[in-house]
């Protein structure tokens, strides 16, 4: 079967190479996916899928029914949304939209999801169960994965798998990684009200810049010595607004930032921790505050059974030398994980760097891929998904 499932994919590369270049020259910002979601249900209809449009606001569902009577459910995501950058590439397939650009590699994610489900229909042998296909909108957002579970995807979903594109990885490889994936991203919010006066008389007044920079440093500096070492937390304020002229104390500064982790148990904790710190600072000085805490998206957590079972896919595929094990998690944040609320999962890297020219960082307006990683994607994720019915 995986030699069935290498040519399929051989025969299908001139297409999903045709298809990634189209949604990389029409990108759309999260939550107006619309030309794209268009486009994918177009292609999942063309396969003989039963597909649903308008889901999540832009997402689309597609389901390719087995025949067998096996009642699981294995769901495939890929996210569709692209980035406010300016691209500057140069290729003659760039970005159309002025200001938006496929700077993060969802235009092959879809094009991996496009491809997986173009072989699956294919194969000639149909599968045991029901596969879902999940194109998502609003990932960059973080909020395209709850709009999609809000609306009932993941009813009747017993796994799901995912792929990311990784740019530090050669294209024709890919990273596995066991546990933690990526990091819980919350965003706060902090007002430190103090009373303003003149800055020549400081001990009349109460100084809301000096007390923001003493809660910065002590939350800066607590962190290496009451959280644990081995559970990483990344705090970063980054903005901040406060004062009206040079020679009055400010009474008032606002602080907007992004608080990362890794572990669960810690994520939980913040809020708390963080509370504690300011009040301690603001009573000290006299001054008052208003801290609003957003929980963003959890922590991507890869089952163990199905990691192995990609793993033992990739490698097969393409030998175990082309397999990385990352030993380290990214502190970046991916709301896949409010999928995996819902049903185990796992999400794979997929190596897009080319060997003949420099590689920039997701995120980057020059970032690029090699596309022959898509074929590496497609052929990985359709033969997990083979392997996945012969559990």
């Known amino acids: 079967m995986l030699s069935h499932i290498k040519d399929l994919a051989a025969n299908l590369a001139p297409r999903l190479i045709e298809i990634r270049r ?4 029409h990108p759309e910002l999260s939550g107006q996916e619309y030309q794209t979601a268009a486009y994918v249900a ?34 495939i995501r890929a996210d569709m949304d692209a980035l406010p950058i300016h691209e500057r590439t140069g290729l003659e397939f760039a970005s159309r939209n002025q200001g938006i650009m496929h700077a993060c ?53 017993t796994s799901i798998f995912s792929v990311h594109a990784f740019p530090t990885i050669a294209a024709g490889s890919v990273g596995i990684r066991y546990g933690a994936l990526t990091a819980a991203a919350d965003d706060l919010e902090l007002i430190v009200i103090g009373e303003s006066g003149h800055g020549a008389r400081p001990h009349e007044a109460i100084d809301a810049i000096w007390i923001a920079s003493q809660i910065i440093t002590t939350l800066q500096q607590a962190i290496s010595r009451t959280q644990n070492p081995l559970r990483p937390v990344v705090l970063t304020i980054g ?3 406060g004062g009206r002229a040079p020679n009055i104390i400010a009474d008032q500064v606002r602080m907007l930032g992004t608080v990362r982790s890794l572990h669960p148990e810690t994520s939980a904790a913040l809020p708390e921790w963080i509370e504690q710190i300011v009040s301690s600072i603001c009573q000290t000085y006299g001054a008052k505050y208003e801290l609003n805490y957003r929980r963003g998206v959890p922590s991507v957590q890869n089952d163990p059974t199905l990691t192995q079972l990609v793993e033992s896919a990739a490698s097969e595929a393409w030998g175990s030398d082309r397999v990385q094990i990352l030993l380290e998690p990214s502190l970046g944040a991916e709301d896949f994980s ?35 990683a898509i074929i590496t994607g497609v052929v990985t994720m359709a033969y997990a998904a083979y392997k996945y019915w012969q559990q």
């Open 22 to 25: 189209h949604i990389h020259s």
């Open 42 to 75: 177009g292609v999942m209809s063309s396969c003989g899928l039963q597909v649903q449009e308008l889901v999540g606001k832009t997402g689309v569902v597609a389901e390719m029914h087995g025949t067998g009577a096996d009642t699981r459910m294995l769901a």
């Open 105 to 157: 590699g969802h235009d092959v994610h879809t094009t991996v999801g496009l491809g997986t489900a173009m072989i699956l229909a294919q194969l000639g042998v149909p599968l045991p169960g029901t596969v879902r296909f999940l194109f998502q909108p609003a990932e960059e957002t973080a909020q395209g994965a709850g709009w999609m579970v809000r609306d009932g995807v993941m009813a009747g979903v």
């Open 239 to 241: 903005q901040i607004q």
């Open 338 to 372: 409010l999928y995996l609320d819902h049903a185990p999962g796992t999400m794979f890297r997929l190596g897009v760097a080319a060997a003949d020219k420099p590689n920039f960082p997701l995120h980057h307006p020059q970032f690029h891929v090699d596309e022959g």
